[in-house]
C-alpha cells in the first residue's frame, strides 16, 4: 500500500514539474507586464500579432515541410534495417543503437560549425539550402526515431513472424511490407512523433 502510494506520489511530482515550466510560459506569454508575483493583467496581443504576421506561417511550413521530410527518411531507413538486422545479422543490434546514438554526444552547435565549414566552399557549395539540412536534421533526430521502432521490432517476435510468411511463399520484401510493418505501424508512428518534435524544434542546425 505504502509503495502505491509512493509511486502515484512521484508521479504527480513529475507531471508538476513537467508541466509548470509550460504553464508559466504560457502565463507569461499572455500578460501585459509581470512585475509582482503574478501578472498585472492579461492581453492575447502577443498571439495575435504572432498569428498576423505572414513570415511566421511561412517560416512554420517550411520546418514542418522539412522535419517531415526529415523523419520520413529516417523511417524509410530505420525500418529494413532493423527488419534485416533482426532476422540475418542480430549480433549487429547492439553496434546499430551506439552509431544511432553517437550524435548526442556532440551538441548541435559544434555539428552546425563543422558542416558550415565542410561545406561552405566549392565543390560542395550547399551550405544554407535543404540539401544539407534536410540530412543533418535527419542524423539529429534518427535517435528519437530509432528507439520507438527498435522496441515494437521487439515486441513483434519478427523471427516467426517472417518464418510463417516463407512458409506461404513470401519473399523478404512481401514480408516486410504485408506483414511485419503492419504489425510494428504502432511503433513506427510513435518514434514518428517523437522524431518530428525534436526536428521541428531544432535549431542549431536549421542555422545551417
Given at each position: 500500500?505504502?509503495?502505491?502510494?509512493?509511486?502515484r506520489?512521484?508521479?504527480?511530482?513529475?507531471?508538476?514539474?513537467?508541466?509548470?515550466?509550460?504553464?508559466?510560459?504560457?502565463?507569461?506569454?499572455?500578460?501585459?507586464?509581470?512585475?509582482?508575483?503574478?501578472?498585472?493583467?492579461?492581453t492575447?496581443?502577443?498571439?495575435?500579432?504572432l498569428?498576423?504576421?505572414?513570415?511566421?506561417?511561412?517560416?512554420?511550413?517550411?520546418?514542418?515541410?522539412?522535419?517531415?521530410?526529415?523523419v520520413?527518411?529516417?523511417?524509410?531507413?530505420?525500418?529494413?534495417?532493423?527488419?534485416?538486422?533482426?532476422?540475418?545479422?542480430?549480433?549487429?543490434?547492439?553496434?546499430?543503437?551506439?552509431?544511432?546514438?553517437?550524435?548526442?554526444?556532440?551538441?548541435?552547435?559544434?555539428?552546425?560549425?563543422?558542416?558550415?565549414?565542410?561545406?561552405?566552399?566549392?565543390p560542395?557549395?550547399i551550405?544554407?539550402?535543404?540539401?544539407?539540412?534536410?540530412?543533418?536534421?535527419?542524423?539529429?533526430?534518427?535517435?528519437?526515431?530509432?528507439?520507438?521502432?527498435?522496441?515494437?521490432?521487439?515486441a513483434?517476435?519478427?523471427?516467426?513472424?517472417?518464418?510463417?510468411?516463407?512458409?506461404?511463399g513470401?519473399?523478404?520484401?512481401?514480408?516486410?511490407?504485408?506483414?511485419?510493418?503492419?504489425?510494428?505501424?504502432?511503433?513506427?508512428?510513435?518514434?514518428?512523433?517523437?522524431?518530428?518534435?525534436?526536428?521541428?524544434?531544432?535549431?542549431?542546425?536549421?542555422?545551417?
Open positions: 500500500m505504502i509503495w502505491t502510494f509512493l509511486r506520489g512521484f508521479l504527480v511530482m513529475l507531471f508538476i514539474f513537467l508541466t509548470i515550466p509550460i504553464l508559466m510560459t504560457l502565463v507569461y506569454s499572455l500578460s501585459t507586464t509581470w512585475t509582482t508575483l503574478t501578472p498585472d493583467g492579461y492575447l496581443k502577443a498571439w495575435t500579432t498569428f498576423a504576421d505572414a513570415r511566421f506561417w511561412s517560416a512554420a511550413g517550411r520546418s514542418f515541410l522539412l522535419s517531415l521530410a526529415a520520413g527518411i529516417s523511417i524509410a531507413f530505420l525500418v529494413p534495417t532493423l527488419f534485416a538486422v533482426t532476422l540475418y545479422l542480430p549480433k549487429l543490434a547492439a553496434a546499430l543503437e551506439f552509431l544511432s546514438l553517437w550524435i548526442f554526444v556532440f551538441p548541435g552547435v559544434i555539428l552546425a560549425v563543422g558542416l558550415i565549414r565542410i561545406f561552405a566552399n566549392p560542395l557549395a551550405s544554407g539550402t535543404p540539401w544539407l539540412l534536410i540530412p543533418a536534421v535527419t542524423v539529429g533526430v534518427m535517435p528519437f526515431a530509432y528507439r520507438a521502432v527498435a522496441n515494437a521490432f521487439e513483434a517476435n519478427v523471427r516467426e513472424l517472417a518464418e510463417a510468411a516463407r512458409s506461404l513470401a519473399n523478404d520484401l512481401q514480408i516486410l511490407v504485408w506483414v511485419i510493418l503492419p504489425t510494428v505501424l504502432p511503433g513506427v508512428l510513435s518514434g514518428g512523433v517523437l522524431a518530428l518534435s525534436a526536428a521541428f524544434g531544432e535549431f542549431s542546425l536549421a542555422q545551417l
